[in-house]
Structures are given as C-alpha cells and as structure tokens.
C-alpha cells in the first residue's frame, strides 16, 4: 500500500506560478514512475507529466510542456510539480498518482495504482 497526499494547490492570477507537491508513504520503495494528472469540472481526467523513478525520463502533455516542470525526490519521498506562466485553461484539481509495477512511462490512468486525494488549482483571467 501507498498512500499520497498533495499539496500546494491555491487560486493564482493568469501569469503566476505555483509549486505542487505530493507526498508519498508505505511501500514506496515500491514505487517506479510517477505521474501528474488533473480533471477540470465536466472533463475527464488529463494527463499532464511523468517522471521515471531516477528522474533521468519526463515526459508532458503539449499543453503544459515548456512551462511546468515535473521532478522528485526520491530521500524525501516526495514528488513536485512547479508550474509557470499560468493559465486559466490550467484550473482543476490535480492528481499525483504512482506506478508500483513497473510498466513504464505511459500516460493512461490506468497504468497507475496509487492516487491522492487532490489539490485544486484555480488560475484567474
């Protein structure tokens, strides 16, 4: 079992910059890729980045590529997601998720088998 909680959420000015983190605790030596998703209201679930477990391999969705950035740190068992140059378009509640099987860097939800409980975003125009 692994357990994830986020933070760092808050309401922003388009423009501003906000720093997600996520905390993970139990098996996380367990733990291989980790991802950023988030859901806007009556959308689905999107994703936004994954980090392999070295940090060596990231990946973004287009839309958020070249202004946020995904990183961990394996020591404090903690995954960060810093996001720049926001816009209102980004507002929804973000999701850090975990991939204890090793499948690779995919970005399905399904792929992932650990979620935390969200933390909104809200960017203002």
């Known amino acids: 079992q692994v357990q994830l909680i986020e933070s760092g959420g808050g309401l922003v000015q388009a423009g501003g910059s906000l720093r997600l983190s996520c905390v993970a605790s139990?098996?996380?030596?367990?733990?291989?890729?980790m991802v950023w998703f988030r859901q806007a209201p009556g959308k689905e679930r999107e994703f936004v980045a994954l980090?392999?477990?070295?940090?060596?391999?990231?990946k973004y969705a287009d839309s958020v590529k070249g202004r946020f950035t995904i990183s961990r740190d394996n020591a404090k068992n903690t995954l960060y997601l810093q996001m720049n140059s926001l816009k209102p378009e980004d507002t929804a509640v973000y999701y850090c998720?975990?991939?204890?099987?090793?499948?690779?860097?995919?970005?399905?939800?399904?792929?992932?088998?650990?979620w935390g409980q969200g933390t909104q975003v809200t960017v203002s125009s």
């Open positions: 998720a975990a991939d204890l099987s090793g499948r690779g860097y995919y970005t399905a939800s399904s792929n992932y088998d650990y």
């Open positions: 980090i392999s477990r070295s940090g060596i391999i990231t």
């Open positions: 139990g098996r996380t030596w367990s733990i291989y890729a």
